[in-house]
Structure formats: C-alpha cells, structure tokens
C-alpha cells in the first residue's frame, strides 16, 4: 500500500508499506526496501548515486543465440549487476555476470558463436547416428563367452 512520495535527489519517488510494516519503493527498476523508513531513504539516496553512469553496452553468448544490452548499475542491497537486455523491458538483476564482450567486436563475435553453434549442431547429428547402447553390447558380448 502506498505509504507516501519522497523526494531524493530531486526525484520523487513512491515510498510503498507492506502488512509488516517494511518499507519499500522502486528506483531504476530496482526494488529496495527496509524495516524502517529512515533505513529505507538511506539505501535509496546509495541507489540514486549507482544510478548515474551511462548505460555500458555489451554482447554475451548464452550457448543458443548472442545476447546484446546494456549495463545500468548495481544493485544497491546485493550488488548483482543490472541489466538491460536489448528487445526486453525492465532491468534483471545478474549475479553470475562477469565479463562480457565490446559490441565493436559484434561481427566477429557473431560469428564465432554462430560456427560454435553451427559445430554443436553437427556434433549431436553426429552422435545421434553413431550412439550405440554399451551396456547392451557388453551383455551381448558377456553372453557369447557364455556368462550370463
């Protein structure tokens, strides 16, 4: 339930109150919250700092297909990075992001990933006509020396 609007840094936000009495609000698609306002303003006012860098493109390879965004900050309570993915709304926290790759290397990179792909695609065609059940062949051998 809405609680009341503070402002913070010249913008305003929605301070938010939950049925036990925690605090919460939204900054940059970021949820923060606390038990007790003053707590709450304080991570807010952290969060409207990491809010003011310009956005960090980047392209990443997820093993299906290249995944481009951008790089929006960090997450004011567990420090995952937050993330713009290109064509999808809001920003998603990432915790396992680590490294990524400059999109001024989107040609070469996409095509690296697209033969990796192309390679993993002929590798599983490869196995599906090759594969042979073993434990079936080792009983069959088992059974021509006579153990059963």
Not at 65 to 83: F, R, S
Not at 105 to 123: K, M, Q, S
Not at 133 to 138: I, P, W, Y
Request: aromatic fraction near 6%.
């Amino acid at each position: 339930m809405k609680f009341s609007t503070i402002t913070i840094r010249n913008r305003k936000i929605d301070v938010h109150v939950d049925g036990s009495g925690e605090f919460s609000a939204e900054v940059s698609g970021n949820d923060v919250s606390s038990v007790t306002l003053e707590g709450l303003k304080e991570k807010l006012e952290r969060a409207i700092k990491m809010d003011k860098i310009t956005p960090i493109p980047f392209l990443q390879w997820n093993g299906e297909t290249l995944v481009c965004g951008k790089a929006v900050g960090i997450h004011a309570g567990n420090g995952n990075l937050l993330v713009k993915l290109d064509g999808e709304k809001g920003v998603e926290q990432h915790f396992r992001m680590e490294t990524a790759i400059d999109p001024s290397h989107l040609v070469a990179y996409g095509a690296l990933c697209a033969a990796v792909r192309a390679a993993e695609v002929a590798r599983e065609a490869f196995e599906k006509k090759h594969a042979f059940d073993l434990k079936e062949r080792v009983k069959e051998a088992l059974a021509a020396v006579g153990v059963k």
